[in-house]
């Protein structure tokens, strides 16, 4: 078995924490309030504008510490699309009244983007930093896949933030990513792959974090 499957059946409770948190679950069932979604909306287009540099330092890293230029091409094309992922958060946000110049990031938001600044460092290797890099990916892209499932009552105008990463092409771009780190893991120090691991959880407990605030608004 590979070693990130393990750890998803290790930590299998944090992982449905963070897949099929209350806010994911109220998308689903269309309860959950819009004011909640608009928060998210602004908060996770802060986050996004953070994520940009930690995409380029992975991107680095991944030139000069990897070995297989397949692999940078795939981290490559996840840094295409973000131009046309802010651009999707600034229609989204005029089309629900959200004034992304006037929001002001929350702890939770603070404290994930402060992460994603400490993978930027040089103590950081490839082979944590995308682990983590597939790590947040998957746990957003199995998130809003729940919402698009048979049966799921997700509000029409909620949809498109639904199919934006719960689609099947994101789909095989996080397990492209999740090879990736297995491959990296595969060869990596057991030092290395205990950190990776604890980057793994951390993320998990920073998208439940998230989403808390996004319900919560604290």
């Known amino acids: 078995m590979e070693i990130t499957e393990t750890w998803l059946r290790k930590h299998r409770p944090m992982y449905l924490r963070a897949t099929q948190h209350p806010f994911i679950l109220s998308i689903r069932d269309a309860s959950l309030p819009l004011s909640s979604f608009k928060r998210w909306l602004g908060q996770d287009y802060i986050f996004v504008r953070a994520f940009v540099p930690f995409i380029a330092s992975l991107l680095v890293k991944a030139w000069k510490e990897g070995d297989d230029e397949a692999n940078v091409d795939i981290i490559l094309s996840g ?3 973000l131009n046309d992922e802010v651009s999707w958060f600034k229609r989204e946000a005029s089309k629900w009244g959200v004034s992304l110049d006037s ?35 998957a746990v957003y892209q199995e998130s809003f896949a729940h919402c698009l499932e048979d049966g799921c009552k997700t509000r029409d105008e909620l949809k498109e933030t639904c199919e934006r990463w719960g689609n099947d092409g994101f789909g095989q771009y996080c397990r492209a990513l999740q090879g990736i780190a297995n491959r990296q893991l595969e060869k990596a120090s057991d030092q290395v792959v205990e950190k990776a691991e604890a980057l793994f959880v951390r993320v998990l407990e920073l998208e439940v974090e998230f989403w808390n605030m996004s319900v919560l608004g604290s």
């Open 79 to 81: 840094i295409a699309t």
């Open 103 to 137: 929001i002001v990031p929350q702890q939770a938001n603070l404290v994930y983007c402060s992460f994603l600044e400490s993978l930027m460092s040089a103590q950081v290797d490839y082979t944590q930093a995308v682990t983590a890099f597939w790590a947040i990916e």
